[in-house]
Nanobody
Framework: QVQLVESGGGLVQAGGSLRLSCAAS????????MGWFRQGPGKEREFVAA????????YHAESAKGRFTISRDNAKNTVYLQMNNLKPEDTAVYYC??????????????????WGQGTQVTVSS
């Protein structure tokens, strides 16, 4: 069982930045593809970004490109999401997720096996 704990959320003004962290309970995090998703009020959970186990490949949703950056530090069992130039529409609960058996569908929430409890990000206008 892998436990994931997100942190770093909060309230920020539009144009500001936040850095989310996702710490894993197990050292085997280094072998997993990891993803960030978000769920806004009344919306479906949507893909934000994903990173391969080595960090060599990253993927970002169109809404995140140029503003958000996913990265990982396997030595620290931690995945990050740097979010810059935040907009009110980025307001959501952000979740990290771990994928044990990568099948290529990094953008699909059904690809992932373990989820964190989420961290709230609120962007004021």
């Amino acid at each position: 069982q892998v436990q994931l704990v997100e942190s770093g959320g909060g309230l920020v003004q539009a144009g500001g930045s936040l850095r989310l962290s996702c710490a894993a309970s197990a050292r085997i995090l280094s072998t997993y593809c990891m993803g960030w998703f978000r769920q806004g009020p009344g919306k479906e959970r949507e893909f934000v970004a994903a990173i391969s186990w080595s960090g060599g490949n990253t993927y970002h949703a169109e809404s995140a490109k140029g503003r958000f950056t996913i990265s990982r530090d396997n030595a620290k069992n931690t995945v990050y999401l740097q979010m810059n130039n935040l907009k009110p529409e980025d307001t959501a609960v952000y979740y990290c997720a771990a994928d044990l058996n990568y099948r290529g569908l990094y953008y699909s929430r059904y690809e992932y096996d373990f989820w964190g409890q989420g961290t709230q990000v609120t962007v004021s206008s």
